[in-house]
């Protein structure tokens, strides 16, 4: 792959501040932010409304060749409902296969940050700044269970604790595309850290 357009690949698990630190990067460089998380949200949210079964990997995977990028912030992506189909559809390899060029084609001057969980270990393996951000399963849950309240979505604790344990395991555990930092990046544990701190350690960089 030859590509000198920069990118900064900010991948980890759920709840660990991918999103906002991401776009807060993107905005101090003005580059592009590619929320590769939201992709497969989209297309989850596609296959509920249109009854496909989230397992059904040829509707998916067509499905996902035709998904409009373009799509509206919805607030129902936002929800842990959503988050849940999302990964569960994100294990299947011709779902991620069909989305892997759209992805890369996001790689637009001056520059990207790519914000998932395959970024730095698929997608733009070439990236020239890798990060992997950590936190306790307990600290991610509190900022979710934070971040659900302030846009007025119900939730309880221990439920989220439970979605993100579950999501977690299927998106560390799963045989294509992992969420594991690659072998080049800098891992960053943000448990005792706030948003600031590791914005500015990025731009650092
Ligand atoms: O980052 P997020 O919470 O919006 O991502 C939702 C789900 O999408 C996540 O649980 C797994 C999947 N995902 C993925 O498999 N690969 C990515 N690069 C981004 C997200």
Known sequence: M????????????????????????????????????????????????????????????????????????????????????????????????ALLARQRACRIAPGLIADGRDMGTVVFPDAQIKIFLTATAEERAQRRYKQLKEKGISAKLSDIVIDISERDERDRTRSIAPCRAADDALIIDTTKLSIDQVVAQIINL
């Open 2 to 97: 030859s590509n000198n357009i920069p990118v900064i690949t900010i991948d980890g698990a759920s709840g660990v501040g991918k999103g906002t630190v991401s776009s807060r990067v993107a905005k101090h460089f003005s580059w592009h932010l590619l929320d590769s998380g939201a992709i497969y949200r989209i297309l989850a949210l596609t296959a509920i409304k249109n009854n496909i079964p989230l397992d059904n990997e040829p509707s998916l995977a067509s499905f996902a060749i035709n998904l409009d990028l373009n799509f509206k912030p919805l607030e129902e992506l936002r929800t842990e409902q959503c988050a849940a189909a999302a990964s569960k559809i994100a294990a299947l390899a011709k779902v991620r296969e």
